[in-house]
């Protein structure tokens, strides 16, 4: 007679190791953008926005954990099966490991690092963040001289890049970039739906708001500028 020691190992998934692969290198460009890059004016921040703001970097990750595979009890599992044969006091060594099929919201395949959304997604957020990256330091550049030495803290027309479109291409690229990891995580999550949809309302929300002080602070102001989205809003 044999008797069979069995345990489950439960792993995550390929896709949520992409999608928070892709959170670490944004938030840490952004770190390294508002230390070297980014010049500032002398307005002062709300205590509660800047909370808010280390709060939602946090949030994001969890949410992003909150429905992962491994996690939640959704996932892929595997049983790990030892066969102790009480006749000979010794364990048998065929068929070890045996894998056990569980229903799950995210379901690995074999090509799970090289799918279509995946792709896509990632080729999206390296565009976006670089349309972030380059919309911060024309910002930048506009309150320092050829030398690159600040001279100025004042609030001035930005030009270039995406700045011809619309008035915070920043913004916009921060949606995309959201928009990307959505597309690399399949739209599966309902819970980064929520955190997508956030992001859209509160860039778009922050964007027109911009836009309609640049135009009441400059009257010449291109008056072709969209706030947020080229050509439509």
């Known amino acids: 007679p044999i008797v069979y020691i069995t345990f489950t190992i439960r792993s995550i998934t390929g896709v949520i190791l992409i999608g928070l692969f892709l959170l670490i290198i944004q938030v840490t460009r952004r770190l390294c953008e508002c230390k070297m890059v980014s010049v500032y004016s002398n307005a002062q921040m709300n205590i509660i926005h800047y909370m808010f703001g280390h709060l939602f970097y946090i949030g994001v990750g969890l949410s992003m954990l909150a429905e992962a595979p491994g996690f939640t009890g959704q996932g892929e599992y595997w049983r790990a099966v030892l066969p102790l044969s009480l006749t000979t006091n010794k364990w048998e060594t065929t068929n070890l490991f045996h894998p056990i099929v569980v229903p799950m919201r995210f379901k690995p395949t074999k090509y799970e690092f090289f799918t279509p959304c995946h ?115």
């Open 119 to 233: 792709m896509i997604g990632v080729t999206l957020f390296l565009w976006s963040s670089y349309i972030q990256f380059d919309s911060h330091r024309i910002l930048a550049n506009l309150r320092k001289d050829t030398t690159g030495r600040v001279y100025t803290t004042k609030h001035l027309i930005p030009t270039g890049g995406w700045f011809d479109l619309v008035s915070s291409p920043h913004y916009m690229a921060e949606i995309i970039i959201y928009l990307a990891i959505t597309i690399v995580l399949g739209g599966k999550s309902s819970t980064w739906w929520m955190v997508f949809l956030f992001v859209v309302t509160n860039q778009i929300f922050v964007g027109m708001f911009n836009h309609s002080w640049y135009l009441k602070t400059f009257k010449d102001y291109p008056k072709t500028r969209r706030a947020i989205i080229p050509y439509a809003l």
